[in-house]
């Protein structure tokens, strides 16, 4: 028996207003069922928190649960709770808010919501979830009573121009709603959600952490004794109901942290650090992070598909959510469960959201905390993590200016000091010579290439560490980072170096100044030479071994740097560097008398030419035009034969 029906229209052309909608938020189907179930989810969490505050309430909370019913013959999927339900008044103000606003003025306050937040609590106003129905059904129809009350309320629509209420005798506590599905069309990734394994494929992937049971009747086949089928029909659970992430550590075995893991980040290692956490407060959310003990193939491709989970009180919305960390700890995997956002929430309202960017902040504190615990307490732990991931964490130091002196305390480098272990910038500072007040560090492809530069002579010959920075991103870092510990970072091939002490430079100067006097022709000289090159010519402090190098200025760019940005596409002018020369090398003391007793020989030329590529080679370089300079060799050594 049903009383009092009401036929109502739409204020506005809801097809359009559903069609807004449904493309501006989901881009995938399935999240209807997701949509359905965390609804059912939030109306049983309140008529439990009910039942506890009016003990006058006479419901039964033995048994709360959600059912999926399908009737593949009617093709329908009906979605039921048994929960608190809702009177004829709140579905008017609930489910037909939406159908009252209409679809210019529902425009027009979107445009209006500029920050995220405000966008975020009006699209869950204009309650999207219930209507994502209307993106693989025909017609929907909700049947609900509220607890503690007589009748309930039958609502329905095809989602066109109206739709219809009225009140009913015999309507069981919480709701259900039908869904009249749509026909099966693949080439709308529409799928057949009368099929048990879809729906089971979808609860486990969106819903398998709601609090409450999500059932449903399954049938199995198997074989009798006669070797004939026989189908039974059994109630099964679709979902774990396992939401590790709200249950304390000590309450969570090392097993089943492993086993989420590799679920939820595709991985077959297991993880090097487990990572839980709970903020209170003004916003609350649980985390269940994880570093990997071994770097994802993908860490450094420009497509990553697997990262942090995020989900909305238990209920799954994005699987890699780019958001919720800075882009150098991409490598953490894991689950964020947020309280206060809403479902109904796109990667471009949470790049805007103040909720998200407060959780991203304590997240990277904590993700970083937990590594300078590591670098404390676990060496061998974290030698892995350094090994695997600290190439990509080393791009924080360019892009996180609030977190960077975290980053700097935990980071590890190459040095001189030893072949085999990296030190810390703190270990570095402790074992710096008295009356040294820079961190020296070099740049290049490969440590060996490195020991063997020319630049190193003279801090090799003084025992002076410096720092051997082998990673593309490390010629990035160390032009952004000014200082460590009020150090600043000095590269050993930029400017002019002074490793002298106060008396070993007075002992010196007036050596220093004879052969300034002596080389000062043969300087002038080989700049205008080769000034095509390079912008000075001058002698040099940190070669003991080798005739020359090539030096840049204190703050200009390295060639290994401008190579990097010319391959990205960016045009970078070539910078002129410095060619010093060792006046203690036969090569160059020669040079200088040769060119005091026939300075207009061509040969001069020549050999200054040689000599500048030969610096070159020694850094790593490469010469402009190899041709020319194998043929000057080649006849330097057949004079020599």
């Not at 095809?158 to 209420?165: A, K």
């Not at 595709?266 to 570093?291: C, K, N, S, V």
């Amino acid at each position: 028996m049903s009383t009092h029906v009401e036929q109502r229209e739409f204020q506005a052309e809801t097809r359009q207003l559903l069609d807004l909608m449904i493309h501006s938020i989901y881009s995938n189907k399935d999240t209807f069922l997701r949509e359905l179930i965390s609804n059912a989810s939030d109306a049983l969490d309140k008529l439990r928190l009910e039942s506890f505050r009016d003990k006058d309430l006479q419901v039964d909370t033995s048994d709360l649960h959600i059912e999926l019913e399908v009737d593949k013959a009617a093709r329908t999927l009906t979605v039921r709770d048994n929960g608190i339900g809702m009177t004829r008044d709140e579905v008017v103000d609930l489910i037909g808010t939406l159908a009252r606003s209409g679809t210019g003025e529902l425009r027009q306050k979107l445009r209006e919501a500029k920050d995220a937040a405000a966008s975020q609590e009006l699209i869950g106003q204009f309650g999207i979830g219930f209507y994502a129905s209307f993106m693989v059904a025909d017609k929907v129809t909700l049947v609900t009573r509220k607890a503690g009350e007589a009748s309930g309320t039958r609502w329905e629509s095809s989602g066109e121009s109206t739709y219809t209420i009225e009140t009913v005798d015999d309507a069981p506590q919480g709701t259900s709603v039908t869904l009249h599905l749509k026909p099966e069309d693949a080439d709308d990734h529409l799928f057949d959600y009368t099929s048990q394994w879809k729906l089971e494929e979808i609860v486990k992937k969106y819903s398998d952490f709601i609090a409450w049971p999500i059932r449903m009747e399954v049938t199995r086949t198997t074989k009798g004794e006669d070797g004939t089928d026989e189908v039974s029909v059994e109630t099964k659970t679709l979902n774990s109901q396992k939401a590790l992430w709200a249950r304390s550590r000590d309450e969570v075995s090392d097993e089943e942290y492993t086993e989420f893991y590799k679920h939820v980040a595709h991985a077959w290692d297991e993880p090097l650090e487990i990572i839980p956490m709970r903020a209170e407060g003004t916003f609350e959310y649980q985390a269940l992070l994880f570093i990997p003990s071994h770097a994802p193939f993908d860490l450094f491709a420009r497509e990553r598909t697997t990262g942090i989970q995020l989900y909305v009180k238990r209920v799954f919305i994005m699987d890699d959510c780019e958001d919720l960390v800075p882009e150098y700890l991409r490598f953490v995997k894991g689950v964020v469960d947020a309280q206060d956002l809403s479902l109904n929430v796109s990667r471009e309202i949470l790049q805007q959201d103040r909720q998200i960017r407060a959780i991203r902040r304590r997240l990277t504190k904590k993700v970083l905390s937990t590594v300078k615990d590591m670098a404390t307490q676990d060496a061998d732990k974290y030698r892995t993590f350094w090994n695997e991931f600290g190439r990509v964490l080393k791009e924080g130091l360019i892009s996180d200016t609030d977190n960077r002196d975290t980053l700097l305390q935990i980071a590890s480098f190459d040095s001189t000091a030893s072949d085999d272990e990296q030190t810390t910038l703190a270990g570095y500072v402790e074992r710096m010579k008295d009356g040294q007040d820079e961190i020296y560090y070099i740049t290049g492809e490969s440590r060996q290439l490195l020991e063997s530069s020319p630049h190193m002579e003279a801090f090799a010959a003084k025992g002076i560490e410096v720092l051997l920075l082998t990673d593309p991103v490390d010629e990035m870092w160390v032009t952004s980072v000014p200082e460590y510990d009020g150090k600043p970072f000095r590269s050993v091939a930029k400017g002019e170096v002074d490793l002298d002490t106060e008396d070993e430079k007075k002992a010196a100067e007036a050596e220093r100044e004879e052969q300034e006097k002596e080389f000062g022709d043969l300087l002038t000289w080989m700049k205008d030479t080769l000034d095509e090159h390079v912008k000075e010519v001058r002698l040099s402090s940190r070669l003991t071994t080798s005739p020359a190098c090539i030096v840049g200025d204190t703050f200009s760019m390295s060639p290994a740097l401008e190579r990097m940005y010319r391959a990205s596409g960016q045009p970078i002018p070539r910078t002129k560097r410095i060619l010093e020369l060792n006046a203690e090398h036969p090569l160059v003391s020669g040079l200088r008398t040769a060119h005091a007793e026939r300075n207009d020989d061509p040969a001069l030329a020549e050999t200054a030419e040689l000599l500048y590529g030969m610096a070159l080679i020694a850094e790593g370089g490469e010469v402009e035009d190899p041709a020319r300079f194998t043929r000057l060799l080649a006849d330097r050594l057949a004079r020599t034969v």
